[in-house]
């Protein structure tokens, strides 16, 4: 994960950091040449003169002493107009849309860089460390949203907990439905399977094989049918078996196709999830935050898993959707296994880029 935009992020840093050392070099140069001159004409003056003379001059030279020290401070320092900073920052720019981020993002990440680095005198050598310093807090805010402990939830709400899953065709969002039946079943929480995904072809027969490899009852219907009356007949049934959790498959929607996202609505107002959970592939890239931004706007989904995390070399989209739909990621898919899921943490992205 992030291999690939760790490396030009890197490489990118650096690039900046040389370049606005550069923009100081020739202001360095010639502010030097000027104290130079000054202490040079000073010596050569102070020998030709008297002893209360050399007197005056030395406490005229103490008083220059600081002047000179704020200029030789001003020559190990460099300030950037904004209009140098928008050149700088093309570059870095660049890699990040080559690299999936959303344009929102990017924005922000700008806007925070050049608090820092606009106007402000920062030391040279300090240059590059402020970038990184700024990148890190930048993509720390991006997931300030409150985050979902699911184990928690499921443990002191109402009982039973249920959650629908929602995405695009090819998401991986019946496996990742295995994947958290799994992670229930091994917490000691019983589940129910809900096949709502009534209109693709041999889904009904996907999520059965994982509900017999994983010995949790399958609820279903024929194809065709009435994805809400499954919904409504699972939680029927974990009522009377006191089961803790139902888990509700749902068919892949496009928000072109109107008639399955009337079917999810219904399926929502039946229902009533107490999470409604958006599935997307990590590595879609702005596709996955846009089909997110689809599905909060037509049912209002609470948080996020990201499948096929493991293969994304890019990460804009782990870095972007919670910052976009303002909702949080809670898991990444890291594999093929039940066991390949893992609770999402902030800091993975941080330390993925390597700041």
Known sequence: MFKFLKEKLKETISNFSKKAEEESKVEESTKEEVIEKQEIKGEAVEEKKGPEEKAEIKEEKETEKGILGKLKEKIVTTKLSYEKFENLFSDLELILMENNVALEVIEKIKSDLAKKLVENPI?????????R????NSIDDLFGIEKINL??????EEKPFVM????????GKTTTIAKIASLLTEKKFSCVLAASDTFRAASIEQLQI???????KLIKHDYGSDPAAVSFDAIKHAKAKNIDVVLIDTAGRLHSN???????????RVAKPNLNIFVGEAITGNDCVEQAKIFD?????DGIILAKADID???GTSISISYVTKKPIIYLGTGQKYGDLKEFEPNLIVEGLGL
Not at 164 to 171: C, D, E, K, L, R
């Open 297 to 301: 706007e037509a049912v209002g989904i």
């Open 258 to 268: 109107q008639n399955l996202m009337e079917e999810i609505k219904k399926i929502i």
């Open 313 to 315: 070399e890019k990460g």
């Open 210 to 216: 994982h509900a017999d490899k994983l010995g949790i």
């Open 164 to 171: 629908a899953f929602f995405g695009i065709n090819g998401s």
């Open 151 to 156: 184990l928690r939830k499921i443990k002191y």
């Open 133 to 136: 310093e700024s990148l890190k």
């Open 123 to 131: 030391k040279r050598t300090k240059i590059e460390d402020t970038i």
